[in-house]
């Protein structure tokens, strides 16, 4: 009877440790060039928290440098306290005979992180992308759009195990049966393996 009780348990295990369903950060480049950000913003549905703008400077002319502003706070301000700023990143930078930039602060690239913990609240985020370019610094805006990363988590009433499912990946009705079905496994499978 042993056996089976050990049986039993490694197929409970086994039941409630499916993967989780959870989103995977992402870099969503965005290259800075003479003509402007390209894309020009990005639309609903496509970023959620946790996911990095890549902001990448390809303008190749001389002594062209770009950086964007980000209103966090959403007052129409872009350079408030709780607003955040790239560094400017230039179109290269020069590296010394081992590979390592000459100016540590010389950037080319550079990542923002879409989440809270930046200051950045899902939604539509106000950006200023600006161009300095021969004593001349040229602004055009753009709106970058992002949404939480939801995922429900539904516990099963009898033992206390917790599964998680995407939000997205499943109807209501198929998690319901999906949650039903697993806990009729777990009340059927013993009285199964104790009549043998």
């Excluded at 390209?38 to 190749?60: A, E």
């Excluded at 950006?127 to 990363?149: A, C, K, Y």
Aim: glycine share 6%; net charge negative.
């Amino acid at each position: 009877m042993r056996v089976s009780e050990s049986v039993l348990a490694v197929l409970i295990v086994l039941l409630f440790a499916t993967p989780t369903a959870a989103h995977e950060p992402k870099e969503y480049t965005m290259l800075l060039k003479e003509e402007g950000v390209t894309p020009n913003g990005v639309q609903d549905g496509i970023l959620v928290s946790t996911d990095y703008l890549f902001f990448y400077n390809v303008d190749k002319r001389e002594n062209a440098s770009h950086r964007i502003l980000i209103d966090a706070d959403s007052d129409g301000i872009f350079n408030g306290s709780d607003d955040i700023s790239t560094a400017w990143l230039h179109p290269s930078c020069e590296l010394n005979q081992t590979g390592q930039r000459t100016d540590p602060d010389c950037q080319v690239t550079e990542l923002v992180l879409l989440d809270p913990s930046n200051g950045l609240l899902p939604g539509n985020i106000s950006m200023m992308h600006q161009v300095l370019h021969n004593g001349t610094t040229e602004e055009s805006p753009f709106i970058v759009s992002f949404s939480n990363d939801e995922h429900a988590t539904q516990t099963a009433p009898d033992n206390g195990i917790v599964l998680e499912i995407e939000d997205d990946s499943l109807d209501p009705i198929l998690k319901s049966v999906l949650v039903l079905s697993l806990i009729g496994i777990v009340v059927i499978l013993p009285r199964l393996l104790s009549e043998h």
